[in-house]
């Protein structure tokens, strides 16, 4: 008899946590037992029963090429024949660096990671020890890894300190973070001016993707970079999503604001697990060994991961002037979605910036957290179920990012709307 999702995630759940090695991939927020998956390839991904899915979560960002493209998957095979770590400097670790401060400008020296999370975690230290400061400034609803000083929410009322999002992350260090509505100018201007003094940084998703995808509004970053620069606070973009997303380089690029300290991951590593810390070469220096500032990995710069990011950012320079093809997939698919909703009498808010897009069950605007959780998440709950069903993988929660990748052909757009019919046809009908 064939076997069941039930029974694949039953035998997971015996010796895995929760069943899952990260806990969004076990489908709590949407109900029912994870589809497992056997392989991908371009702009699909296939389940262990073969059943063929157009994937739009990509890895939650990582495949902007599509899955298993030739040149990524030549070089990390090459790379794996000559050994697989070492432990010692490699020169496919300077090309890496290489590739990347010539796309960023404002990356002068960088150090790889292994994951987003060590990046940011990174970053924060950092501009800590520079700064001999303590308070940390973040935004509602940014997520930038699960590291403990950057688990946390805000408190009831704006402007205080944070409590932990989590058990295990202990009070003192959550209340050294100031979590502030996103987008919110008078909040954030108010608590840089009464705590300046003490903020080692601010940290910024410079287009949100993890609250669903919600862009800046103008004039947001700009400001936080007057005020930062004016009360000498690191500003860390945290491009772990955006990095590479939107061009060859950073969302930074596109507006033409220069952080101090930036965050990179997912597309950099090709599919690989990577993060990387970027930026200032003053500060970039006090780290360890030239500073005294302590970070480290057995695994940073590992030669299969740099190899299939070198292998990616080469791809990505030839296909510098394709990025707003991308776009324009992305728009017609948003575009065609949002008509199917209105046809079918569904309230739907579509954000999208550039390639990355979400479907809020609600009538919108969502500008962040709070508005972003007035969506109907049972509703969206059923649609990720039809969808699935009619051959479409979308993310398992409500507030996250959709991707295109250079794969997605006009077919699988095509294909991904049908899908959406009948998907809202059948959800009308159980009305
Ligand atoms: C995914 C993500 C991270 C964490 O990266 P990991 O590699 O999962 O540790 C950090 N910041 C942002 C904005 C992310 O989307």
């Given at each position: 008899?064939?076997?069941t999702?039930?029974?694949?995630?039953?035998k997971?759940?015996?010796?895995?946590?929760g069943?899952?090695?990260?806990?969004?991939?076990a489908?709590k927020?949407?109900?029912?037992?994870p589809v497992?998956v056997s392989?991908?390839?371009?702009?699909?991904?296939?389940?262990v029963?073969?059943?063929?899915?157009?994937?739009?979560?990509?890895s939650w960002g990582?495949?902007?090429?599509?899955?298993?493209?030739?040149?990524?998957?030549?070089?990390?095979?090459?790379?794996?024949?000559?050994?697989?770590?070492?432990?010692?400097?490699t020169e496919v670790?300077?090309?890496?660096?290489?590739?990347?401060?010539?796309?960023?400008?404002?990356?002068?020296?960088?150090?790889m990671?292994?994951?987003?999370?060590e990046?940011?975690?990174?970053?924060?230290?950092?501009?800590?020890?520079?700064?001999g400061?303590?308070?940390?400034?973040?935004?509602?609803?940014?997520?930038h890894?699960h590291?403990?000083s950057l688990?946390?929410?805000?408190?009831?009322?704006?402007?205080?300190?944070g409590i932990?999002d989590?058990?295990?992350?202990?009070?003192?260090l959550?209340?050294?973070?100031?979590?502030?509505?996103?987008?919110?100018?008078?909040?954030?201007?108010?608590?840089?001016?009464?705590?300046?003094?003490q903020?080692?940084?601010?940290?910024?998703?410079?287009?949100?993707?993890?609250?669903?995808?919600?862009?800046?509004?103008?004039g947001?970053?700009?400001?936080?970079?007057?005020?930062?620069?004016?009360?000498g606070?690191?500003?860390?973009?945290d491009?772990?999503?955006?990095g590479?997303?939107?061009?060859?380089?950073?969302?930074?690029?596109?507006?033409?604001i220069?952080?101090d300290?930036?965050?990179?991951?997912k597309?950099?590593?090709?599919?690989?697990?990577?993060?990387?810390?970027g930026?200032?070469?003053?500060i970039m220096?006090?780290?360890?060994p030239?500073?005294d500032?302590?970070?480290?990995g057995?695994?940073?710069?590992?030669?299969?991961a740099?190899?299939a990011?070198?292998?990616?950012?080469?791809?990505?320079?030839?296909?510098?002037?394709?990025f707003?093809?991308?776009?324009k997939?992305?728009d017609?698919?948003?575009?065609?979605?949002?008509?199917?909703?209105a046809?079918?009498?569904f309230?739907?808010?579509?954000?999208r910036?550039?390639?990355?897009?979400?479907?809020?069950f609600q009538?919108?605007?969502?500008?962040?957290?709070?508005?972003a959780?007035?969506s109907?998440?049972?509703?969206?709950a059923?649609?990720?179920?039809?969808?699935?069903?009619?051959g479409v993988?979308l993310?398992?929660?409500?507030?996250?990012?959709?991707?295109i990748?250079?794969a997605?052909t006009?077919?699988d757009?095509?294909?991904?709307?049908d899908?959406c019919?009948?998907t809202?046809?059948?959800l009308r009908?159980?009305?």
């Amino acid at each position: 008899m064939n076997k069941t999702r039930a029974d694949y995630f039953t035998k997971a759940r015996r010796v895995i946590s929760g069943g899952v090695n990260s806990p969004v991939r076990a489908w709590k927020s949407v109900g029912g037992n994870p589809v497992f998956v056997s392989h991908a390839k371009g702009s699909k991904i296939y389940d262990v029963s073969g059943k063929e899915y157009i994937d739009y979560v990509l890895s939650w960002g990582p495949m902007i090429l599509g899955h298993a493209h030739r040149e990524v998957i030549k070089a990390i095979i090459n790379s794996a024949k000559n050994g697989t770590s070492f432990g010692a400097p490699t020169e496919v670790e300077t090309r890496m660096a290489r590739l990347i401060s010539s796309a960023l400008p404002s990356i002068e020296l960088l150090r790889m990671t292994s994951s987003g999370t060590e990046a940011a975690m990174t970053a924060i230290r950092l501009a800590r020890g520079v700064t001999g400061r303590n308070l940390i400034v973040k935004f509602d609803g940014c997520y930038h890894g699960h590291s403990d000083s950057l688990l946390t929410k805000a408190g009831s009322g704006l402007a205080t300190f944070g409590i932990p999002d989590s058990p295990g992350v202990p009070e003192e260090l959550a209340r050294q973070t100031l979590s502030l509505p996103y987008n919110d100018i008078n909040v954030l201007e108010k608590i840089i001016n009464q705590y300046g003094s003490q903020i080692a940084a601010v940290i910024v998703e410079p287009v949100a993707g993890n609250m669903g995808v919600v862009p800046p509004r103008g004039g947001f970053l700009e400001k936080l970079r007057k005020l930062t620069s004016l009360k000498g606070i690191v500003l860390i973009f945290d491009e772990v999503i955006t990095g590479f997303r939107f061009t060859f380089g950073g969302y930074q690029n596109l507006i033409g604001i220069r952080p101090d300290l930036t965050c990179l991951g997912k597309i950099i590593g090709g599919g690989m697990p990577v993060g990387a810390v970027g930026g200032k070469k003053e500060i970039m220096e006090k780290l360890a060994p030239t500073g005294d500032i302590y970070q480290a990995g057995t695994l940073s710069g590992n030669p299969l991961a740099m190899s299939a990011g070198i292998a990616t950012l080469n791809v990505l320079k030839t296909k510098k002037d394709a990025f707003p093809d991308l776009d324009k997939k992305t728009d017609r698919l948003c575009t065609d979605l949002e008509n199917l909703f209105a046809e079918n009498g569904f309230a739907v808010c579509i954000n999208r910036v550039h390639s990355m897009f979400t479907v809020f069950f609600q009538k919108g605007p969502v500008y962040d957290l709070n508005t972003a959780q007035k969506s109907d998440k049972k509703m969206f709950a059923r649609f990720f179920h039809g969808m699935l069903k009619n051959g479409v993988w979308l993310a398992p929660s409500q507030y996250e990012a959709g991707f295109i990748s250079f794969a997605h052909t006009e077919k699988d757009i095509n294909k991904t709307i049908d899908a959406c019919s009948k998907t809202l046809r059948n959800l009308r009908r159980a009305h």
